[in-house]
């Protein structure tokens, strides 16, 4: 026997020889076609927009199974020859059916849309994905509308959210051109779809009202709709007592008097929150946890302020100043500013209301308990009420308009190192500390993040003794201010950092807390 290249030979003991065709496939389809181009062997005709197009029923029933079903389920095109095919067009069906014969298909914007029309009535499902890549890589502003309004027709959840993903990332750009022009049911879904966009809310009440004003005797009632899908904990009642087109609103009040109900008892209720984004809208704050050894960082008014730490050891204790930087975004720059005094590492830092809080730290060997404020508008460090214990390698977190400190360890006499199990409270107004609670089991090295009202504990050596990790998240309730342990799967990390931050919704993963 002559086995050629394009075969395998396949021993089953000693007796049993099996042979294996691999071009068999090819050849089978290849047969297929030439039995299309020569018109032979046909036995069904497919009929769109009075078009007729000649096939074989094994092809189409072997490859969709809208066809198998039709042609074996004992439905009444079992045996007719001339199958009338509605709701397709002839430019679709004809594509559908070579695809069938040769496994290819050729898209362009003139028949993609016939050809995706034909294959998600049949359930084509590999036609049905090629078009939908083909559209995606297509997507623009010109004809996003019209591709959301194709994808929701055919109930592509997939291309639409790809499309209400867009559209929401450029709201800014139909907020003025295209948004009086969307349908209801458009401008209804964007709304309600949560991904980020790039505008703020009160852009988006703007153009909800140019929205109604562009035909408003047909939309006037359509407002409270609307209305009820504003994030209001992103506007204030000095937003709307100021937006650019205060006018539209007023009438709208005056013609829809409960819309301004809904809007101001809302916004009376909604907390707003400052996040640092521009809108929260398609965000949420989740709780990440990275390693790493690093100097104290916070940022104030969209600058980045890296203050202290050390590198090496040559000239970090000859310094009595701790050298600081600011880091503006738009100029792509580090500056110096005001050093803060002593040579400090290990100390912690907090934003709050303009002005950067910074406490404790190591200097020269030594655990500080001093506690500064840093003014940027003066570039000016003002010493305060220093804490209640000294402290290194611990946190702060703002909570209630109040600077907590929690964590960390001082040296003593003998240069053992003492864990700080207190969770002590600066007053801003009264610059007076005081001890609100404890730590249980306090760690070396942990990290501690306010979160939602809760204080979680990472990580770090349980006692300080490097004997054991901490594998449990610990949470502190601060309105109770009771622990309790986290569900959340097992961490192991220590000097590491945790921290609060906002990521689009649709990219959540389980691992977040």
């Known amino acids: ?23 068999h496939g090819n050849q089978i389809l290849t047969g297929l076609q030439s039995l299309r181009k020569k018109r032979q062997l046909f036995d069904v005709t497919l009929v769109a927009e ?23 389920d004992g439905l009444k095109e079992t045996t007719q020859d001339i199958i009338s095919m509605n709701g397709v067009t002839a430019k679709g069906i004809k594509s559908i059916i070579e695809f069938a014969y040769s496994s290819n298909m050729e898209l362009d914007r003139d028949n993609v849309e016939d050809i995706l029309l034909a294959a998600n009535h049949i359930q084509l499902s590999p036609v ?3 078009c939908t890549k083909f559209l995606e890589s297509h997507l623009s502003f010109d004809n996003c509308f019209e591709m959301f309004n194709l994808a929701d027709l055919l109930s592509l959840k997939e291309l639409k959210n790809i499309v209400a993903r867009f559209m929401c990332s450029h709201v800014d750009h139909f907020l003025f051109d295209q948004m009086p022009k969307l349908t209801f049911h458009t401008l209804r879904h964007i709304l309600d779809c949560d991904f980020p966009v790039n505008c703020s809310e009160m852009d988006i009440l703007s153009g909800i009202l140019d929205w109604i004003y562009f035909k408003f005797d ?3 009632n359509l407002a409270c709709q609307l209305f009820s899908r504003l994030r209001f904990s992103e506007l204030t009642l000095l937003d709307i007592d100021t937006i650019s087109n205060k006018k539209q609103l007023l009438q709208l009040f005056e013609n829809q008097p409960e819309v301004e109900k809904l809007l101001r008892s ?14 929260n809208r398609g965000f949420k704050e989740v709780l990440v946890c990275v390693g790493g050894f690093s100097h104290d960082r916070g940022a104030v008014e969209d600058k980045l302020y890296a203050i202290g730490g050390r590198f090496g050891s040559d000239d970090f204790a000859q310094n009595s100043e701790t050298p600081c930087e600011c880091y503006d975004p738009e100029e792509d720059r580090w500056d110096p500013i005001s050093p803060i005094p002593n040579n400090r590492s290990e100390h912690a830092g907090v934003c709050h209301r303009g002005h950067l809080y910074i406490s404790g730290g190591i200097h020269d060997d030594h655990a500080l308990s001093d506690f500064y404020v840093y003014y940027p508008e003066f570039d000016y460090w003002s010493e305060h009420t220093p804490m209640q214990s000294r402290r290194a390698d611990h946190s702060m977190f703002v909570y209630n308009n109040q600077i907590h400190v929690i964590g960390g360890w001082h040296e003593t006499n003998a240069d053992d190192r003492v864990l700080v199990n207190s969770i002590d409270c600066y007053n801003i ?10 730590v249980p089991n306090p760690r070396l090295y942990a990290s501690y993040t306010c979160f939602n009202n809760k204080v979680y504990m990472i990580g770090g050596w349980i006692d300080g003794d490097y004997q054991r990790k901490a594998e449990t998240v610990l949470v502190l309730d601060l309105k109770t201010l009771t622990w309790s342990e986290n569900l959340t799967p097992n961490i192991e990390a220590w000097e590491h950092n945790s921290c609060s931050v906002y990521i689009p919704k649709s990219s959540l993963t389980e691992r977040v807390l």
């Open 1 to 23: 026997m002559v086995i050629q290249s394009s075969s395998q030979l396949r021993r089953e003991g000693e007796t049993k020889v099996t042979y294996v065709a691999t071009e």
């Open 50 to 72: 009075g078009q007729k197009f000649k096939a074989h029923r094994v092809v189409l029933a072997s490859c969709c199974d809208y066809f198998r079903a039709m042609f074996t």
């Open 218 to 220: 047909e939309r006037k």
């Open 429 to 438: 107004s009264t610059s007076q500390w005081e001890t609100i609670g404890t």
């Open 128 to 130: 049905i994905a090629a």
């Open 266 to 279: 809302t916004v009376l209720t909604s907390v707003y929150k400052h996040s640092g984004l521009l809108n």
